[in-house]
């Protein structure tokens, strides 16, 4: 098996070191193949974020939001407007009621029906319905402006909304499309994750993953220049001894990161 584990303590280890402990071997080629992995999983993990992060998504919650308060002030303005449309109804039948009291009161006049005295009456109250008549014309005249104005309001707001929803389509539709496109990009980039993962070998990728969970997602970097490319922080000559000192198939781990560090040509050992 091509990875396998030693303990440094029994391997003759100095007792007290801090580097004692056990210690994962790999052949050279599986561990230069976290690199990829790496690569392909920190991608994978960018386009995750960029799915979550969409602009298009808070601006479609928002139109929504907007969406739906309009609802509401549109069912307000119809009830609004529904009642003084009662309002208005109960107005005009008023008005009418007293136009038709005055139209019999008149006919009797013209008629002349009855004695002068009940003559007298009738015409007194017809100027009294004239004034009432007036007057009532005058609230129906208010109501019939307040109406005006209230379904004036629905169909503005209405058209807010037929706008607001075209906008709510739009965003959506730019979503889905970002979506989609971010998901075919996951699904090439992943493509060959399987097999790379096949090909390191299950001790190398368990510890991968372990350090994966908890380092952020970065979990192998290239020791590039003496320097760790998981922390970027430059080794020190204890721990670039050790390193060089180490077999090739040993897997070695930045003491500040405790990522895996991978060795290539251009590590400056």
């Given at each position: ?151 004036a309001r629905v169909s503005e707001l209405e058209a807010r909304r037929g706008e607001l929803v075209s906008r709510v389509e739009s965003l959506e ?66 721990d670039l001894s050790r390193i060089r000192n180490a077999p090739e198939d040993e897997v070695v781990r930045c003491e500040e990161c405790r990522r ?10």
């Open positions: 098996m091509d990875v396998r584990r030693r303990c440094e303590r029994c391997a003759g280890g100095p007792r007290g070191s801090r580097y004692r402990r056990c210690v994962l071997k790999a052949d050279p080629s599986h561990q230069w193949r976290l690199l990829d992995l790496q690569a392909i999983d920190t991608r994978l993990d960018q386009i995750r974020h960029a799915k979550a992060t969409l602009p298009q998504i808070p601006a479609v919650e928002a139109a929504r939001r907007e969406l739906g308060a309009l609802e509401t002030e549109i069912v307000n303005a119809r009830t609004a407007a529904g009642d003084v449309q009662r309002e208005l109804t109960k107005s005009d039948q008023d008005v009418q009621l007293v136009r038709d009291r005055a139209a019999r009161n008149q006919a009797r006049l013209d008629a002349g029906q009855g004695s002068a005295k009940d003559l007298q009456a009738l015409q007194h109250e017809l100027t009294s319905l004239a004034r009432r008549q007036a007057e009532l014309e005058e609230v129906e005249l208010e109501v019939m402006e307040r109406s005006e104005s209230l379904t539709s730019e979503r889905d499309a970002a979506l989609a496109k971010l998901d075919a990009e996951a699904g090439t980039v992943g493509a060959g994750r399987a097999d790379i993962v096949a090909g390191v070998g299950e001790d190398l990728i368990a510890l991968y993953e372990k350090i994966r969970a908890s380092s952020g997602g970065m979990a192998a970097a290239e020791l590039r220049h003496r320097r760790c490319g998981g922390c970027r922080l430059e080794l020190g000559n204890v895996i560090m991978i060795r290539t040509g251009e590590s400056g050992l």
